[in-house]
């Protein structure tokens, strides 16, 4: 029996000729992130040498990665403390892939990795945060695991006791209709299948969609792929990948890539076509709420969130400031919007996206988790309603649990945004 391509990427990363569900391996580490939580791993990985005399040093350097994003600028003396922590440790132990706040080269982890060309096919990758499923676009076998699990990466360079998972095949296939994206196509299957439709599993995509879909489109269904409870969201690499790799990272090494065997076996197979998807919202609390957009239309709205490690992308902006140019979001609405890293904040202003969403009334924040978290900026006040492109809606999500989080594309984010209430894209002339 053949391997899936999450079975041969834990194969090739433990050395091992082949591997299946079930088995209990303990693969290399080609890339280990993490962002201000980094400080509750300095943390563990001291603890392990505390009492040894040996001096901490991680297994290497060269491999690790931390970019602060969830709280930039630091919003307490706490979390300015604990960046220091990770400035100071980063500096000791010599690790480079190091983004610190600033705008040259910073922005948010799962934007920051790819875009910079760290994330390659066919890497096991392991984070410190739970959208770490977002790097599968790139090919790689990338999965959250926790502060105590990193520690013992950084001291040891491999994961220790995964289980291979099952695999899911989803194969979509016919062209978005206008105004409907990669984001309504994963809050369709999740909402298909449950957030728990996928728990322990690994998804892959595949079909003529998917081949057709740009990196960041699949960056943003690899992302969600978690909200089904999914370990790993993978696709398999193709020219897209190589091209995003060359012309927007800067790769210019010779990139092997690989797929899955024709005869590798899925214990379930799901087929979407998009052809005549409509608009999708997800509705509070949990991400398998899902609606039509037309079921939800004329929902006022507070509050309308555009950006994310999701939806924070250029097309993304793009999407917004062509719907509102010359147009203005409606007084009694608040937009943010907030680009996931500042390459794609200077790329949008170079090419009139922020001057069209700022003149339509957005405000456009430094790019960071921002609002989706909204512990650091965009917090909602109680009674109030949000509709965001962020990934998850559930109670207290931007702070406050007397409140509601809906989640949905740029297009109905923008097109609710001229109105006040939940709109769908597809009615602006």
Not at 179 to 193: E, T
Not at 371 to 388: I, K
Not at 397 to 413: D, H, I, K
Request: glycine residues 10%; aromatic residues 6%.
């Amino acid at each position: 029996m053949g391997m899936t391509y999450a079975e041969k990427v834990l194969a090739k990363a433990c050395g091992k000729s082949s591997v299946k569900a079930g088995d209990v391996v303990e693969p290399a580490v080609s890339l280990a992130m993490s962002h201000e939580n980094g400080a509750l791993v300095i943390n563990q990985f001291q603890e392990i040498y505390h009492g040894t005399g040996i001096d901490a040093k991680v297994w290497d350097p060269d491999k690790i990665a931390i970019i602060f994003d969830h709280r930039v600028p630091a919003e307490s003396s706490k979390t300015a403390t604990n960046q220091k922590k990770i400035r100071e440790f980063v500096s000791k132990q010599g690790i480079k892939k190091f983004h610190d706040i600033r705008g040259d080269n910073g922005g948010i982890c799962h934007q920051i990795l790819p875009e910079n060309g760290y994330v390659r096919p066919g890497q096991i990758l392991v984070g410190t945060d739970s959208h770490t499923t977002t790097h599968g676009a790139m090919g790689a076998f990338a999965f959250g695991i926790g502060a105590t699990e990193m520690a013992s990466v950084w001291t040891l360079g491999h994961v220790l006791n995964v289980e291979v998972p099952e695999t899911i095949k989803v194969v979509v296939t016919g062209k978005f209709p206008k105004h409907v994206y990669p984001k309504d196509l994963i809050l369709h299957l999740i909402g298909k299948i449950s957030a728990e439709g996928a728990n322990f599993k690994a998804i892959e995509f595949h079909g003529e969609t998917i081949k057709k879909m740009p990196t960041s489109g699949r960056l943003v269904i690899c992302n969600m792929a978690m909200e089904a409870g999914a370990t790993a969201g993978l696709i398999p690499p193709d020219e897209e990948t190589l091209r995003y790799l060359k012309d927007e990272a800067g790769v210019h090494e010779k990139i092997d890539i690989f797929g899955p065997d024709p005869d590798a076996k899925y214990c379930q197979v799901i087929d979407i076509d998009v052809s005549e998807l409509p608009p999708q919202i997800a509705c509070p609390h949990t991400v398998d709420n899902i609606k039509p957009v037309m079921e939800l239309a004329g929902k006022k709205i507070e509050q309308i969130v555009i950006g994310s490690c999701t939806n924070g992308r250029l097309d993304d902006l793009e999407v917004a400031a062509k719907i509102l140019k010359g147009k203005k979001v409606v007084k009694q609405t608040r937009m943010l919007v907030f680009p996931a890293s500042w390459r794609i904040y200077k790329e949008a202003l170079k090419a009139g996206y922020i001057t069209d969403l700022t003149e339509a009334g957005a405000v456009v924040c430094n790019p960071g988790c921002g609002p989706c978290l909204g512990v650091h900026q965009g917090a909602l006040a109680d009674q109030e309603a949000a509709l965001a492109t962020t990934n998850r809606n559930f109670k207290g999500r931007m702070g406050n649990p007397n409140a509601e989080v809906y989640l949905c594309s740029p297009a109905v984010a923008a097109a609710s945004a001229l109105v006040g209430t939940i709109s769908d894209p597809r009615s602006i002339k």
